[in-house]
T-cell receptor, first 111, second 111 residues
Framework: KQEVTQIPAALSVPEGENLVLNCSFT??????LQWFRQDPGKGLTSLLL?????REQTSGRLNASLDKSSGRSTLYIAASQPGDSATYLC??????????FGPGTRLSVLP | DAGVIQSPRHEVTEMGQEVTLRCKPI?????LFWYRQTMMRGLELLIY????????DSGMPEDRFSAKMPNASFSTLKIQPSEPRDSAVYFC?????????FGPGTRLTVT
C-alpha cells in the first residue's frame, strides 16, 4: 500500500527566501505525481504534474522534481512571497488505481 | 469552463438524517473522485468512477455511505444515516487523463 509523507509539516520563512518542500513515497511504481496548493477553507489547486517519464516540471517560480527510484519529489519555490502562504500537498497516482495524498506542508511567508 | 461544481457548500444536519452531496465534473473529464478531509486523517479517497462506473470504493468507510454517477455530468455522495463523526469537508475532483481538478468542497457538520 502506497504511503506518502511530507517534510517539514510546517515552515515559516521571511519573504524573498528560496525554499524546498519534500515529498516521499514508498512505492515507486507510480504513474505520475501532482503538487497542489490549498488555501484555508478552500479546495485544492493543481500546481504541477510530473509524469513518470519526466524528471521535473516548471511553472513560474515553482519547480518540481521527481526521482522515482528513490521515492522522492521536491517542490522548489523561488523568491517566496506572502501570497505563497498556504498548505502544499503532493499526491501519487498509482497507475490510475487511486491517488494517495501526503499530509501537506503548511507554509507561512512573513512580510 | 466553470470548473468542478459542488453543492451545497455548507450543510448542517442532525444525527440520523440523510445527507446528499452533489457534484458536477468538468465537461469532458471521464474520471470522478470523492474525497473526505479532516484534521485528524487528512485527505482520504472515498471512491472513484471511470466513465461513470465505480472502479474503487475501498475507501468508503461503511455501508452508510453510497455514491452514484448516473451520467457523465453528475454524481452524488449519500450518507444515511449521518453521524457526528461524518463531519468533514467533502471534495469532488475530476480528471481527463492525468491531472485532477478539485471542486470547492462541501463542509458537512452533523450535530
Amino acid at each position: 500500500k502506497q504511503e506518502v509523507t511530507q517534510i517539514p509539516a510546517a515552515l515559516s520563512v521571511p519573504e524573498g527566501e528560496n525554499l524546498v518542500l519534500n515529498c516521499s513515497f514508498t512505492d515507486s511504481a507510480i504513474y505520475n505525481l501532482q503538487w497542489f496548493r490549498q488555501d484555508p477553507g478552500k479546495g485544492l489547486t493543481s500546481l504541477l504534474l510530473i509524469q513518470s517519464s519526466q524528471r521535473e516540471q516548471t511553472s513560474g517560480r515553482l519547480n518540481a522534481s521527481l526521482d522515482k527510484s528513490s521515492g522522492r519529489s521536491t517542490l522548489y519555490i523561488a523568491a517566496s512571497q506572502p501570497g505563497d502562504s498556504a498548505t502544499y500537498l503532493c499526491a501519487t497516482d498509482n497507475y490510475g488505481q487511486n491517488f494517495v495524498f501526503g499530509p501537506g506542508t503548511r507554509l507561512s511567508v512573513l512580510p | 469552463d466553470a470548473g468542478v461544481i459542488q453543492s451545497p457548500r455548507h450543510e448542517v444536519t442532525e444525527m440520523g438524517q440523510e445527507v446528499t452531496l452533489r457534484c458536477k465534473p468538468i465537461s469532458g473529464h471521464n474520471s470522478l473522485f470523492w474525497y473526505r478531509q479532516t484534521m485528524m486523517r487528512g485527505l482520504e479517497l472515498l471512491i472513484y468512477f471511470n466513465n461513470n462506473v465505480p472502479i474503487d470504493d475501498s475507501g468508503m468507510p461503511e455501508d452508510r455511505f453510497s455514491a452514484k454517477m448516473p451520467n457523465a455530468s453528475f454524481s452524488t455522495l449519500k450518507i444515511q444515516p449521518s453521524e457526528p463523526r461524518d463531519s468533514a469537508v467533502y471534495f469532488c475532483a475530476s480528471s481527463s487523463r492525468y491531472e485532477q481538478y478539485f471542486g470547492p468542497g462541501t463542509r458537512l457538520t452533523v450535530t
